[in-house]
Structure formats: C-alpha cells, structure tokens
C-alpha cells in the first residue's frame, strides 16, 4: 500500500469558526463536511486557507456505504467533485447505514452495521463501487455506536482487518470513537488498535464527549477528555499516524480554547515514542485473504488485489454474484427492522437491548430537531421560541419518520403543523404559511385537502 501523504495536526472546518480557524498557529490541514459545501462556490475562508497551503479534505457523513443498498451514484458523483475542487489527496466517509429503501426511511446520523459476514460482504462490495467512482483514494471511519446488534461473528478488529485486506481501502481511527464503543458496547479499545492494518491507516479524529446515565454520547461539543488522548497516546505508540485532527461541532469555545485543545494533541504525538509496527497480532492471522476469504461479496467480473500482500486474487463467479445478492436481501431486511424501531415506533427486533434501542431513538430525535433548527432557523422564532418548537418538533418526529434530507424534514414539519391548523395565534400561522408558500414553491393546501391528510395521519 502507498504511503499515506502526510497531513499533520488540523481541525474540523465549520462556518461558525472559520475566522478563528484562519488565525490558529502551526495549521497543518483542516476537513470539512463534504455535503456542507459547494463545489462553485466554496467558501472564501476555504480559499484562503488553500491559498496558504493548508490542505483540505472532505469528511462525507450522508453516503450510507454500509448500507443493503449499492451507494447512490449521484453521492459518489458529489464527493468526487468537492475532491476535485478541494484539490484533496483522500476523501473519506463512515462505515455505517443511514437510510433504508424499503420502506424509505432515513436516519439523520450514522448507525452501526452488523459486525456479521453478510454485512462484511455488501460493504466490501459497495466499497468496491465508491473506489471506482471516486478520483482519489477512500478512508473509512470506525463509527461511535449506542447499540449492538446481537448474533455478532467478528470483532470489530476482524471486521476492519478484513474490510481492509479485501478492498484495500485505508482506515479513518476515531480514537474518540473506540472509547465510546468501550462504554457503550464493551469493545476493547487496546484489541482493535493491535489487530488492525496500522499500515493502512490515512488520519485519527480526536473528539470530546459527555457520559449520561451509563451511556456515551460523541457529542462533539464538548473538550477532548484525558481518556481520548490516553487512546490517541496508545496509538502513537504503535504508528506514526499521518494526520490527526481535532473535532468540533457545535458549543463552539473560545479561540483559545481551540488552540490549547490543538496544543495538548500535539503534545501527546510528541511524547509518545513510536515502537514500530507490531509483528501480525494472532487474532489477525487467521484472516482469510486470496480467492477463499471473499465470501462471495465483491461482484466484479475483474481481478482484485489484496493490498496489503499485493497478491491477485480470483474474480468471484456468477453464482457467488447471485449469493450477493440474496445477501443484501437479508441484510436490508435487518437493518430496516431496527430503523423502523428506531424511527417509526415499530416493535424492537429480537435480540436488541430495548432499553438502549429506547435512549437511541431519543437521541435520533433530538438531533432531527437540532439539524432543523439550524436548516431552517425561522421556525423557532414563528413558533415562539426554541422550547415551544422544539415540543412541536418531537411530537411531529414520532408520527413522521423522516424519509428525505433535513430541507425537506423542514418543509414537511411546517406543512404538518399547517394542516392541524398550527400554530394557534394566527399571526403566527400567517408567517408559517408564508415560509413554507416560499420554500415549497406552491399554494399551500386546501382545507379539504389538509382535512384529508389529517385523517390519513390518524389512521397511520
């Protein structure tokens, strides 16, 4: 595998701290969310960090590449061209679902997927499509997880190991990430650094947090814990990792703050001695590589590599071809199950931990009210303030899955609130009806009509 160009110390690049991000001292490179962006237009803060050589990589959050379904080519379309624009060595994403196709339903944040063969297969092979697709090498990144999903076959070392060995595909390690799964799901965060391909490794995230009631939330609002850097130190010992970088999403600290947070990460790199890569780990060495370790998943009538041993291997058949398919049947059914709990209120699957499927839908919903807010930020004020809104929102969600984009989430809530005759104070109606009649583009409906629909969202 080619060395991974070197990157060095950066930051999450967000618009509400784009000035303070300009003035930073020692900036190596800076990610932005790729979907956050506009490949014509791309803001002047971005140019001008360009400018300066500070090198900028896009973070996809919304691909779904762990998906049942093959990644949508216009997504891939879109992440190749904000790499073309960016000028980018690397664009990376999550090895997560975020929607399902039937029904039509979309998470609004990243879900783990099952760490089973069948999962393993299809996100092989949907790898396999985005690195066609894509003009510049793929990362994908270790997801934060609030559930398991029972009947697990690998760890996530395995999982990541093999991902690695079949698609040749580098590695985003969220440190933050491995201690929330610690909590969270009881994974060993020392075993998944020793049994993975370090080699493979393209950059660290490095993020904060907050614990509640047994549970913990990646927040990326809050400083970067001592138990973070004690990961990030852990990984340094084993790897001199190409690039690290500091996440921030919201709750945004003084400047200062920011640069201290940039200051301790580089003190941990600097004080953790590299030991050199570790011989193959034994959990690592029955991995299967060659013609017998694709389980039939990568559906390409074309010989494959293992990148890390640079051995060919045999095309998979037609038949395992049709394998992969009924694959991604069973796979769809499952993840469709759990998001229809988490998001419709259907009953939880067999084998899920209820309570946590419970604090997860909440956590689905609450982040649905916050992205809206922000998406459309005049609907707090119509609606009398973020609490009134926030209380119409929820109770919107739990009958209302979201099946688009959070544009459209916006478009639709307002709409509910219209065809129940909402909010009460008619002033207040006049201003909704207005921004929706703007953004939607048409009347909005007639009473019957809205009667109509009222009677179906009962019924539902």
């Known amino acids: 595998m080619k060395p991974m160009e070197r990157l060095g110390v950066g930051i999450g690049w967000r618009p509400e701290i784009a000035d303070a991000v300009e003035r930073l001292p020692g900036l190596d490179w800076v990610e ?11 803001p002047e803060s971005l140019v001008r960090l360009r400018e300066r050589g500070v090198r900028v990589v896009p973070h996809g959050v919304s691909l779904g590449i762990g998906g049942a379904d093959r990644p949508d080519p216009a997504k891939l379309a879109a992440l190749g061209e904000r790499a ?9 994403e999550h090895i997560a679902f975020v929607r399902t196709s039937s029904p039509a339903l979309e998470a609004g944040h990243l879900l783990p997927v099952p760490r089973t063969r069948d999962a393993l297969d299809v996100l092989c092979q949907n790898v396999r499509i985005a690195q066609d697709a894509l003009p510049v090498p793929l990362a994908l990144e270790n997801i934060a997880a609030l559930i398991s999903w029972p009947d697990e076959e690998l760890t996530e070392g395995q999982f990541l190991t093999e991902l690695v060995e079949r698609t040749g595909v580098r590695l985003l390690i969220d ?11 009881g994974d060993d965060p020392a075993a998944v650094l020793d049994s993975i391909p370090l080699e493979a490794l393209a950059y660290v995230h490095v993020a904060g947090g907050v614990e509640k009631g047994g549970v913990w939330h990646d927040t990326h609002a809050h400083p970067v814990p001592p138990v973070v850097l004690d990961l990030l130190a852990g990984l340094r010992s084993r790897v001199d990792p190409p690039g690290v970088l500091l996440e921030r999403d919201d709750d945004f600290p003084a400047e200062a703050e920011l640069a201290g947070e940039l200051t301790a990460i580089r003190s941990v790199l600097e004080a953790a001695p590299v030991e050199g890569v570790p011989p193959v780990p034994e959990a690592r060495r029955g991995v299967s590589s060659g013609a017998e370790g694709f389980h039939g998943s990568e559906g390409r009538a074309m010989v494959a590599f293992d990148a890390l041993r640079g051995r060919p291997t045999a095309p998979p058949s037609p038949s395992e071809r049709g394998v992969a398919e009924a694959t991604r049947t069973r796979v769809g059914l499952a993840q469709a199950a759990l998001l229809s709990a988490l998001v419709a209120g259907t ?6 931990d209820r309570p946590r499927i419970r604090v997860q839908a909440r956590a689905l919903a609450a982040k649905r009210a916050d992205v809206v807010a922000k998406v459309a930020p005049e609907l707090p004020g119509i ?7 926030r209380e119409a929102f929820l109770a919107y ?9 959070y544009r459209r989430d916006a478009l639709d809530f307002a ?6 005759d909402l909010p009460a104070d008619p002033a207040a109606r006049r201003r909704l009806t207005a921004w929706w009649r703007e953004r939607a583009g048409v009347r909005p409906p007639r009473r019957i009509v809205r009667w109509a629909r009222t009677l179906v969202g009962r019924a539902a």
Do not use: D, Q, W
Not at 399 to 405: E, I, Q, W
């Open 415 to 420: 709409e509910h609130l219209l065809v129940r």
């Open 347 to 352: 009953p939880v699957p067999e084998g899920f």
């Open 383 to 389: 609606l009398g303030g973020s609490g009134p809104y």
């Open 397 to 405: 969600a739990k009958s209302r899955p979201m099946t688009g984009g």
């Open 32 to 42: 932005v969310v790729a979907e956050n962006i506009c490949p014509g237009h791309l």
């Open 175 to 185: 440190v933050a990430n491995l201690h929330t799964n610690r909590v969270n799901r």
């Open 84 to 92: 073309v624009a960016l000028g980018a060595p690397i664009v990376t």
